[in-house]
């Protein structure tokens, strides 16, 4: 016949001898007790794990929404900058066109500052597209995150109820204290 440890913690007694000469005496009816609590506790620990991984998970979702957000305001910032330098480089071509004695606003100097026009544009749509694909990104990360953390929190209710379930089987199986005729 196995010991109530051996029945609790299936433990096998040749790995540890001291286990058969165990006699807990008047605290033998009490350690199936001692197991569910253990498996509480154990509950408790693994529902607090899923917890906060789901409340890393949701801080995370914060930080990639957060992250897309700035990454789209800096490149708007960038598109405002690109206008202005934009602005002041034709203006600077036009005044050295027109201390050159040169009519800017026919031939060569008009398709140079044209030209000058277009690149800057196409920097500035490209600051946009930026802007645009960082918050995108930002924000599926964020959902993706936030999805995490709920099957986190479930997976903790989960292995929580294992556990406990697990200890409370454990003390009610056949040959434990708790079953024993005359066990109190």
């Given at each position: 016949?196995?010991?109530?440890?051996?029945?609790?913690?299936?433990?096998?007694?040749?790995?540890?001898?001291?286990?058969?000469?165990?006699?807990?005496?008047?605290?033998?009816?009490?350690?199936?007790?001692?197991?569910?609590?253990?498996?509480?506790?154990?509950?408790?620990?693994?529902?607090?794990?899923?917890?906060?991984?789901?409340?890393?998970?949701?801080?995370?979702?914060?930080?990639?929404?957060?992250?897309?957000?700035?990454?789209?305001?800096?490149?708007?910032?960038?598109?405002?900058?690109?206008?202005?330098?934009?602005?002041?480089?034709?203006?600077?071509?036009?005044?050295?066109?027109?201390?050159?004695?040169?009519?800017?606003?026919?031939?060569?100097?008009?398709?140079?500052?044209?030209?000058?026009?277009?690149?800057?544009?196409?920097?500035?749509?490209?600051?946009?597209?930026?802007?645009?694909?960082?918050l995108t990104t930002g924000q599926y990360e964020a959902s993706s995150d936030e999805w995490a953390a709920g099957m986190t929190k479930t997976s903790g209710l989960l292995n929580a109820s294992g556990?406990?379930?697990?200890?409370?089987?454990?003390?009610?199986?056949?040959?434990?204290?708790?079953?024993?005729?005359?066990?109190?």
């Amino acid at each position: 016949m196995r010991t109530l440890i051996e029945d609790i913690y299936w433990v096998e007694t040749e790995e540890i001898p001291f286990l058969r000469s165990a006699n807990f005496g008047p605290f033998a009816a009490i350690m199936p007790f001692i197991s569910i609590l253990g498996s509480g506790l154990g509950a408790l620990g693994a529902m607090n794990q899923g917890k906060t991984q789901a409340a890393i998970l949701q801080e995370n979702a914060n930080v990639a929404r957060l992250q897309g957000t700035m990454t789209a305001q800096t490149e708007k910032a960038k598109q405002l900058d690109l206008s202005e330098q934009r602005r002041k480089m034709i203006g600077a071509q036009i005044a050295k066109y027109g201390g050159a004695g040169v009519d800017p606003g026919v031939g060569t100097p008009l398709d140079v500052m044209a030209d000058t026009y277009k690149q800057y544009e196409r920097d500035i749509q490209y600051s946009g597209y930026t802007g645009e694909v960082a918050l995108t990104t930002g924000q599926y990360e964020a959902s993706s995150d936030e999805w995490a953390a709920g099957m986190t929190k479930t997976s903790g209710l989960l292995n929580a109820s294992g556990t406990l379930l697990g200890g409370i089987s454990k003390a009610f199986m056949p040959g434990s204290s708790l079953l024993a005729p005359g066990a109190s």
